[in-house]
């Protein structure tokens, strides 16, 4: 998320004094028309991506918020083969991630570009865990991720390094989406696709809630691991699992990857944009999120990492089959 906030020029939004909306409908299909993955190891690429667009899906693979379970109310994001009767509103980089994938380019009805207007007059220079930064011409995630860089292997400053991975964390998404519900039920009008009353709980925006920032953080970084993923299809790999941030790649597509990213890096030169977490593992996965990491040590079986994500429907008919029986 660091990385992304810095492609996208995230740090020019947050001191800004205004966001301007404009139209760019034809810019921004052209755009569209013409954009290689060979693109995407400019920075300028990136750069023009905090755009959200309307179209009319027909077999669109893009992200979806539904209830995956005809039984359950709660609703989930998954990447989909996407067919609507309806337009809908997705991000640029949402329908770039598609074109990569399927080869193929969508009608764009409408796109809407956001541009930071300005600096803040009140702002001023600030100082992180000791770190001085200036927000005017400075980058605030790229100063906090070379200082963690720097003293990573310091064993005095441990704790430091941990404390600059907490504030990079908090700051570089969550903070921007963050709803606070009422306790209480009350009437809401609510304004989507079309404008409708219905009961529920208001919630309330958090102090630092920007829509542009997040929606763009979130699409990009789907669109940075399509990119992975169309990467591993034409040199005939398959990834193995996919989390939010990260992806299980064959060992040796590693270093092609960490090639082809490294025109994007924004950091000092001994950081690589994309780190192996893991080596030497054995892999078992039923899904991209349901999946164990482990090792074999004699006859003994060491879990490096599992998740079940996407599983609450599977752990409900067990139990209820349990009650049953």
């Known amino acids: 998320y660091p990385t992304v906030n810095i492609l996208t020029n995230m740090d020019k939004f947050l001191i800004a004094e205004s966001i301007e909306i404009s139209d760019a409908t034809i810019e921004i299909q052209d755009f569209l028309n ?38 359950e109310e709660a609703k989930n994001i998954g990447i989909c083969q996407v067919t609507s009767d309806v337009n809908l ?30 600096i803040q007059k009140e702002l001023k220079p600030i100082n992180v865990l000791g770190i001085d930064i200036d927000l005017r011409n400075e980058n605030l995630f790229v100063k906090l991720v070379n200082e963690r860089n720097r003293i990573k292997n310091i064993k005095e400053l441990e704790d430091k390094e941990k ?40 919630e309330r925006e958090g102090a630092f809630f920007n ?15 399509a990119i992975i993923e169309k990467l591993l299809s034409d040199w005939e ?22 090639d082809f990213f490294r025109p994007l890096n924004p950091y000092n030169k001994d950081i690589e944009l994309l780190k192996e977490e893991y080596k030497d593992v054995l892999f078992y996965g039923i899904s991209a999120k349901r999946y164990v990491l482990y090792k074999l040590k004699g006859e003994q079986t060491q879990i490096l990492k599992h998740s079940l994500h996407g599983l609450g429907h599977l752990f409900k008919s067990i139990w209820q089959n349990r009650r049953l029986a």
């Open 34 to 71: 013409d954009v290689k993955i060979e693109d995407a190891r400019k920075p300028e690429f990136w750069s023009k991506l905090n755009v959200i667009v309307l179209v009319k899906p027909d077999e669109y693979v893009i992200p979806l918020r539904m209830s995956f379970d005809k039984d």
């Open 89 to 118: 509103w997705f991000t640029l980089a949402d329908l770039i991630a598609h074109k990569f994938l399927t080869d193929s380019t969508t009608k764009i009805l409408k796109a809407l570009k956001f541009l930071p207007k300005g």
């Open 163 to 202: 404390a600059i991975k907490l504030v990079l964390s908090s700051i570089s998404y969550g903070i921007f989406i963050e709803m606070n519900p009422e306790h209480d039920i009350s009437d809401l009008n609510v304004y989507w696709l079309e404008k409708f009353k219905t009961k529920g709980k208001y």
């Open 211 to 225: 829509p542009v920032i997040a929606t763009t953080i979130t699409g990009t970084s789907r669109l940075f691991l």
């Open 237 to 258: 790999m398959n990834h193995a699992f996919c989390d939010t941030d990260s992806m299980g790649v064959p060992p040796e597509s590693v270093k092609k990857l960490q």
